[in-house]
Protein backbone atom coordinates (compact mmCIF):
# COMPACT_ATOMS: atom_id res chain seq x y z
CA UNK A 1 0.00 0.00 0.00
CA UNK A 2 1.77 3.36 -1.13
CA UNK A 3 2.16 5.82 1.76
CA UNK A 4 -0.09 8.84 2.26
CA UNK A 5 2.05 12.00 0.12
CA UNK A 6 3.58 14.59 2.54
CA UNK A 7 2.18 17.51 3.23
CA UNK A 8 3.42 21.60 3.28
CA UNK A 9 2.36 25.16 3.75
CA UNK A 10 4.26 27.51 1.64
CA UNK A 11 5.04 30.90 3.38
CA UNK A 12 5.89 33.37 1.02
CA UNK A 13 3.39 34.81 -2.16
CA UNK A 14 6.15 35.73 -4.58
CA UNK A 15 9.32 32.83 -4.96
CA UNK A 16 6.90 30.43 -2.66
CA UNK A 17 4.61 30.69 -5.46
CA UNK A 18 6.78 31.05 -8.52
CA UNK A 19 9.36 28.23 -7.95
CA UNK A 20 8.88 26.65 -4.13
CA UNK A 21 4.52 25.67 -5.00
CA UNK A 22 5.35 24.05 -8.07
CA UNK A 23 8.84 21.86 -7.36
CA UNK A 24 6.92 20.92 -4.06
CA UNK A 25 4.12 19.45 -6.24
CA UNK A 26 7.00 18.24 -8.86
CA UNK A 27 8.49 16.27 -5.89
CA UNK A 28 4.89 14.64 -5.03
CA UNK A 29 4.44 16.95 -1.76
CA UNK A 30 0.51 18.07 -1.59
CA UNK A 31 0.77 21.96 -0.68
CA UNK A 32 -2.08 22.34 1.73
CA UNK A 33 -1.81 26.19 2.61
CA UNK A 34 -0.17 29.51 1.18
CA UNK A 35 0.96 31.97 3.87
CA UNK A 36 1.42 35.49 3.22
CA UNK A 37 1.14 39.10 4.84
CA UNK A 38 -1.54 40.62 2.52
CA UNK A 39 -4.71 39.07 2.44
CA UNK A 40 -5.82 39.69 -0.76
CA UNK A 41 -2.77 38.66 -2.37
CA UNK A 42 -2.56 35.68 -0.39
CA UNK A 43 -6.34 34.58 -1.38
CA UNK A 44 -5.58 35.46 -5.17
CA UNK A 45 -2.69 33.24 -5.33
CA UNK A 46 -3.66 30.07 -3.23
CA UNK A 47 -6.76 30.45 -6.00
CA UNK A 48 -4.90 31.30 -8.61
CA UNK A 49 -2.53 27.94 -7.77
CA UNK A 50 -5.38 25.69 -6.76
CA UNK A 51 -4.41 25.88 -2.68
CA UNK A 52 -7.20 25.20 -0.59
CA UNK A 53 -5.96 27.43 2.53
CA UNK A 54 -4.61 31.28 1.71
CA UNK A 55 -3.42 32.19 5.28
CA UNK A 56 -1.59 35.24 7.19
CA UNK A 57 -1.19 33.48 10.42
CA UNK A 58 1.20 31.12 10.91
CA UNK A 59 0.35 29.14 14.26
CA UNK A 60 -3.00 28.55 12.11
CA UNK A 61 -1.30 26.89 9.04
CA UNK A 62 1.28 24.85 11.68
CA UNK A 63 -1.87 23.88 13.05
CA UNK A 64 -3.73 22.65 9.83
CA UNK A 65 -4.32 18.27 9.44
CA UNK A 66 -1.59 17.22 7.16
CA UNK A 67 1.42 19.63 7.51
CA UNK A 68 4.89 17.99 7.61
CA UNK A 69 6.88 20.38 5.99
CA UNK A 70 7.21 24.34 6.03
CA UNK A 71 8.89 26.06 3.29
CA UNK A 72 9.87 29.66 3.83
CA UNK A 73 10.56 31.78 1.06
CA UNK A 74 10.31 34.98 2.89
CA UNK A 75 12.55 38.08 3.31
CA UNK A 76 15.76 36.79 5.24
CA UNK A 77 15.08 39.03 8.06
CA UNK A 78 11.91 37.34 9.04
CA UNK A 79 13.21 34.01 8.80
CA UNK A 80 14.66 33.44 11.94
CA UNK A 81 10.89 34.09 13.53
CA UNK A 82 9.52 31.38 11.25
CA UNK A 83 11.96 29.21 11.14
CA UNK A 84 12.13 28.52 14.92
CA UNK A 85 8.59 28.19 15.11
CA UNK A 86 8.06 25.39 12.39
CA UNK A 87 10.70 23.77 14.28
CA UNK A 88 9.12 24.07 17.65
CA UNK A 89 5.82 22.74 16.32
CA UNK A 90 7.90 19.74 14.65
CA UNK A 91 7.49 20.63 11.19
CA UNK A 92 10.66 19.67 8.57
CA UNK A 93 11.95 22.85 7.37
CA UNK A 94 13.65 24.09 4.38
CA UNK A 95 14.53 27.73 4.25
CA UNK A 96 15.70 30.23 1.29
CA UNK A 97 19.03 31.94 1.29
CA UNK A 98 20.43 33.73 2.40
CA UNK A 99 19.87 31.81 5.83
CA UNK A 100 19.12 34.35 8.16
CA UNK A 101 19.85 38.27 9.24
CA UNK A 102 23.45 37.59 10.97
CA UNK A 103 25.16 34.76 12.75
CA UNK A 104 23.50 34.96 15.71
CA UNK A 105 19.78 34.43 14.29
CA UNK A 106 21.71 31.34 12.33
CA UNK A 107 22.86 29.66 15.09
CA UNK A 108 19.70 30.33 17.10
CA UNK A 109 17.39 28.28 13.84
CA UNK A 110 20.43 25.59 14.01
CA UNK A 111 19.69 24.55 17.37
CA UNK A 112 15.97 25.03 16.81
CA UNK A 113 16.07 22.49 14.38
CA UNK A 114 18.52 19.79 16.30
CA UNK A 115 16.76 20.19 19.48
CA UNK A 116 13.35 19.48 17.72
CA UNK A 117 14.62 16.46 15.55
CA UNK A 118 13.07 17.62 12.14
CA UNK A 119 14.70 17.61 8.66
CA UNK A 120 16.25 21.05 7.65
CA UNK A 121 17.54 22.24 4.83
CA UNK A 122 18.59 25.13 2.81
CA UNK A 123 17.47 26.21 -0.51
CA UNK A 124 20.84 25.38 -2.46
CA UNK A 125 19.09 24.22 -5.63
CA UNK A 126 21.56 25.09 -7.67
CA UNK A 127 23.95 22.24 -5.97
CA UNK A 128 21.22 20.18 -8.58
CA UNK A 129 21.91 22.35 -11.68
CA UNK A 130 23.53 20.24 -14.18
CA UNK A 131 26.52 22.34 -15.10
CA UNK A 132 26.80 22.93 -11.54
CA UNK A 133 26.47 19.20 -10.49
CA UNK A 134 28.61 18.08 -13.16
CA UNK A 135 31.86 20.04 -12.46
CA UNK A 136 31.77 19.71 -8.18
CA UNK A 137 31.79 16.29 -9.38
CA UNK A 138 34.94 16.57 -11.11
CA UNK A 139 36.42 18.87 -9.20
CA UNK A 140 36.45 16.35 -6.16
CA UNK A 141 37.39 13.57 -8.51
CA UNK A 142 40.47 15.01 -9.67
CA UNK A 143 39.65 16.03 -12.90
CA UNK A 144 41.94 19.61 -12.71
CA UNK A 145 44.34 18.08 -10.06
CA UNK A 146 44.42 20.09 -7.00
CA UNK A 147 42.21 23.55 -7.09
CA UNK A 148 44.69 26.58 -7.12
CA UNK A 149 42.21 29.27 -8.82
CA UNK A 150 38.84 30.07 -8.92
CA UNK A 151 37.22 33.09 -10.90
CA UNK A 152 33.38 33.09 -11.28
CA UNK A 153 31.79 36.77 -12.82
CA UNK A 154 27.91 37.71 -13.95
CA UNK A 155 27.04 41.28 -14.67
CA UNK A 156 23.79 41.45 -15.85
CA UNK A 157 21.52 44.66 -16.76
CA UNK A 158 18.62 43.25 -14.91
CA UNK A 159 18.18 45.53 -12.65
CA UNK A 160 20.37 48.60 -14.27
CA UNK A 161 16.89 50.17 -15.07
CA UNK A 162 15.98 52.40 -12.09
CA UNK A 163 12.26 52.42 -13.09
CA UNK A 164 12.45 48.49 -12.65
CA UNK A 165 10.54 47.20 -9.32
CA UNK A 166 11.56 45.03 -7.33
CA UNK A 167 9.75 44.63 -3.45
CA UNK A 168 10.54 47.12 -0.91
CA UNK A 169 12.65 44.88 1.53
CA UNK A 170 14.76 44.06 -1.72
CA UNK A 171 16.45 47.18 -1.82
CA UNK A 172 16.60 47.84 1.80
CA UNK A 173 20.16 46.50 3.67
CA UNK A 174 18.48 46.41 6.93
CA UNK A 175 15.61 43.75 5.54
CA UNK A 176 18.59 41.74 4.17
CA UNK A 177 17.86 42.94 0.80
CA UNK A 178 20.54 43.87 -2.07
CA UNK A 179 22.49 41.51 -4.64
CA UNK A 180 25.05 39.71 -2.52
CA UNK A 181 21.88 37.95 -0.67
CA UNK A 182 20.19 37.03 -4.28
CA UNK A 183 23.33 35.39 -5.77
CA UNK A 184 26.13 35.66 -3.70
CA UNK A 185 25.03 33.46 -1.73
CA UNK A 186 24.81 30.75 -4.07
CA UNK A 187 28.31 30.82 -5.41
CA UNK A 188 29.55 30.95 -1.63
CA UNK A 189 27.89 27.53 -1.63
CA UNK A 190 29.21 26.25 -4.65
CA UNK A 191 32.71 27.55 -3.63
CA UNK A 192 32.35 25.78 -0.48
CA UNK A 193 31.37 22.08 -1.93
CA UNK A 194 33.37 22.03 -4.86
CA UNK A 195 36.75 24.21 -3.39
CA UNK A 196 36.98 23.86 -0.10
CA UNK A 197 35.80 25.88 3.27
CA UNK A 198 37.12 29.43 3.15
CA UNK A 199 40.10 30.58 5.32
CA UNK A 200 39.59 34.07 4.74
CA UNK A 201 38.28 36.84 2.72
CA UNK A 202 37.79 40.74 1.52
CA UNK A 203 35.05 41.91 -0.03
CA UNK A 204 33.31 45.24 -1.41
CA UNK A 205 29.67 46.15 -2.08
CA UNK A 206 28.90 48.62 -3.88
CA UNK A 207 25.25 50.22 -6.08
CA UNK A 208 26.18 50.58 -9.93
CA UNK A 209 22.51 51.54 -10.87
CA UNK A 210 20.71 54.87 -10.33
CA UNK A 211 18.69 53.95 -7.57
CA UNK A 212 18.27 55.22 -4.14
CA UNK A 213 18.78 52.16 -2.01
CA UNK A 214 20.69 51.17 1.10
CA UNK A 215 21.20 47.84 0.06
CA UNK A 216 23.91 46.48 -2.99
CA UNK A 217 23.09 45.71 -6.72
CA UNK A 218 27.37 44.64 -7.11
CA UNK A 219 29.80 42.18 -5.08
CA UNK A 220 33.60 41.46 -5.74
CA UNK A 221 34.61 39.22 -3.02
CA UNK A 222 38.15 37.72 -3.21
CA UNK A 223 38.70 34.53 -1.21
CA UNK A 224 41.02 32.08 -0.08
CA UNK A 225 40.40 27.84 1.18
CA UNK A 226 42.03 26.66 3.76
CA UNK A 227 43.53 24.28 1.43
CA UNK A 228 45.20 27.29 -0.31
CA UNK A 229 42.58 27.99 -3.63
CA UNK A 230 42.22 32.01 -3.53
CA UNK A 231 38.95 33.00 -5.31
CA UNK A 232 37.38 36.03 -7.29
CA UNK A 233 33.59 36.02 -6.98
CA UNK A 234 32.43 39.48 -8.99
CA UNK A 235 28.61 40.39 -10.11
CA UNK A 236 26.24 42.68 -10.75
CA UNK A 237 22.78 43.28 -11.22
CA UNK A 238 22.68 46.68 -12.15
CA UNK A 239 25.47 47.26 -15.25
CA UNK A 240 23.64 47.93 -18.25
CA UNK A 241 24.79 45.96 -21.46
CA UNK A 242 24.88 42.46 -22.79
CA UNK A 243 25.86 40.69 -20.13
CA UNK A 244 29.27 39.05 -18.93
CA UNK A 245 30.00 35.58 -17.73
CA UNK A 246 33.00 33.52 -16.81
CA UNK A 247 32.73 30.09 -14.74
CA UNK A 248 36.16 28.81 -14.22
CA UNK A 249 38.82 26.73 -11.58
CA UNK A 250 42.28 25.96 -12.76
CA UNK A 251 43.78 23.44 -10.81
CA UNK A 252 47.32 21.84 -10.58
CA UNK A 253 46.90 19.89 -13.63
CA UNK A 254 43.89 21.95 -15.98
CA UNK A 255 41.07 24.48 -15.82
CA UNK A 256 37.27 23.28 -15.37
CA UNK A 257 35.03 26.08 -17.30
CA UNK A 258 31.22 25.81 -17.17
CA UNK A 259 28.84 26.94 -19.60
CA UNK A 260 25.06 26.71 -18.78
CA UNK A 261 25.07 22.81 -18.65
CA UNK A 262 28.17 22.18 -20.52
CA UNK A 263 31.17 21.59 -18.57
CA UNK A 264 34.79 21.34 -20.36
CA UNK A 265 38.41 20.88 -19.05
CA UNK A 266 41.48 21.69 -20.73
CA UNK A 267 44.64 20.64 -19.79
CA UNK A 268 47.95 19.45 -21.45
CA UNK A 269 45.76 17.13 -23.73
CA UNK A 270 43.61 19.28 -25.22
CA UNK A 271 39.88 20.45 -24.20
CA UNK A 272 37.47 18.05 -23.76
CA UNK A 273 33.83 18.24 -23.03
CA UNK A 274 32.59 15.88 -19.82
CA UNK A 275 29.75 13.82 -20.26
CA UNK A 276 26.71 14.86 -17.98
CA UNK A 277 25.58 11.63 -16.16
CA UNK A 278 21.67 10.38 -16.17
CA UNK A 279 21.32 11.24 -13.02
CA UNK A 280 22.51 14.92 -13.04
CA UNK A 281 20.13 15.64 -15.78
CA UNK A 282 17.12 18.24 -15.80
CA UNK A 283 14.34 19.01 -17.49
CA UNK A 284 13.59 21.52 -19.78
CA UNK A 285 12.40 24.93 -17.95
CA UNK A 286 8.98 25.08 -16.81
CA UNK A 287 8.01 29.13 -17.45
CA UNK A 288 5.35 29.95 -14.41
CA UNK A 289 2.06 32.04 -14.83
CA UNK A 290 2.97 35.45 -16.31
CA UNK A 291 0.23 36.77 -14.29
CA UNK A 292 2.61 35.80 -10.70
CA UNK A 293 5.35 38.33 -12.69
CA UNK A 294 5.19 41.96 -10.89
CA UNK A 295 8.68 43.12 -10.61
CA UNK A 296 11.88 42.99 -12.20
CA UNK A 297 13.54 40.83 -9.63
CA UNK A 298 10.55 38.09 -9.94
CA UNK A 299 11.61 38.23 -14.44
CA UNK A 300 14.80 36.79 -12.64
CA UNK A 301 12.99 33.75 -12.42
CA UNK A 302 10.36 33.95 -14.41
CA UNK A 303 11.89 31.26 -17.45
CA UNK A 304 11.35 28.64 -14.77
CA UNK A 305 15.15 27.05 -14.86
CA UNK A 306 15.31 26.79 -11.32
CA UNK A 307 11.75 24.47 -11.35
CA UNK A 308 14.58 21.04 -11.88
CA UNK A 309 17.06 21.54 -9.68
CA UNK A 310 14.41 22.20 -7.01
CA UNK A 311 12.66 19.36 -7.53
CA UNK A 312 15.04 17.48 -6.71
CA UNK A 313 15.74 19.12 -3.65
CA UNK A 314 11.96 19.15 -2.07
CA UNK A 315 12.62 15.17 -3.51
CA UNK A 316 15.95 14.71 -1.52
CA UNK A 317 13.80 16.39 1.58
CA UNK A 318 10.56 13.82 0.82
CA UNK A 319 13.11 11.00 0.56
CA UNK A 320 15.05 12.08 3.99
CA UNK A 321 11.60 12.66 5.99
CA UNK A 322 10.19 8.95 4.82
CA UNK A 323 13.74 7.54 5.92
CA UNK A 324 15.11 6.46 2.45
CA UNK A 325 19.12 6.70 1.83
CA UNK A 326 19.90 9.76 -0.01
CA UNK A 327 23.06 9.59 -2.94
CA UNK A 328 25.82 11.40 -1.51
CA UNK A 329 26.64 13.47 -4.69
CA UNK A 330 24.61 15.77 -4.48
CA UNK A 331 24.00 16.11 -1.37
CA UNK A 332 21.40 18.97 0.21
CA UNK A 333 22.45 21.88 2.07
CA UNK A 334 21.07 22.06 5.28
CA UNK A 335 20.88 24.58 8.34
CA UNK A 336 24.42 23.59 8.80
CA UNK A 337 25.08 25.23 5.58
CA UNK A 338 23.23 28.02 6.76
CA UNK A 339 25.32 28.85 9.37
CA UNK A 340 28.48 28.27 8.01
CA UNK A 341 26.98 30.44 4.43
CA UNK A 342 25.86 33.46 7.55
CA UNK A 343 29.43 33.64 9.08
CA UNK A 344 30.62 34.02 5.17
CA UNK A 345 27.80 36.68 4.88
CA UNK A 346 28.74 38.47 7.96
CA UNK A 347 32.42 38.51 7.29
CA UNK A 348 31.88 40.01 3.46
CA UNK A 349 29.77 42.98 5.24
CA UNK A 350 32.21 43.69 7.87
CA UNK A 351 35.06 43.54 5.48
CA UNK A 352 33.04 45.85 2.86
CA UNK A 353 32.38 48.29 5.40
CA UNK A 354 36.15 48.98 6.41
CA UNK A 355 38.12 47.63 4.02
CA UNK A 356 39.76 44.42 6.22
CA UNK A 357 40.99 40.98 5.03
CA UNK A 358 38.61 39.12 7.62
CA UNK A 359 40.02 35.50 8.71
CA UNK A 360 37.42 32.54 8.97
CA UNK A 361 36.71 30.43 12.02
Known amino acids: MASKPLGAVVVGTGFGVITHLRALREAGIEVHALVGRNPEKTADRAKRSNVEHA ?39 LCEKPFAANLEEAERMLDAAERAGVVHMLGTEFRYSTGQAVATRAVRNGAIGKPKLATFMLLLPALADPNG ?7 DAGEGGGWLGAFASHLIDQMRTTVGEWAGLSASLDLVSDRDWSAEDTFTVHFRTVDGCTGLLQSSAGTWGMPGIASRISGSGGTLSIAGDKVTVADANGIRELEVPAELENPPPDPCDGELLTTAYDMLHSMGGDIGPFTKLFSAMRDQIQGKPLPEDPTPGTFVDGVALQRIMDAIRRSAAVGSWEKLA
Open 165 to 171: EVPDWWG
Open 55 to 93: ITDLPQALALPGVDIVSIATPPHTHAEIAIAACEAGKHV
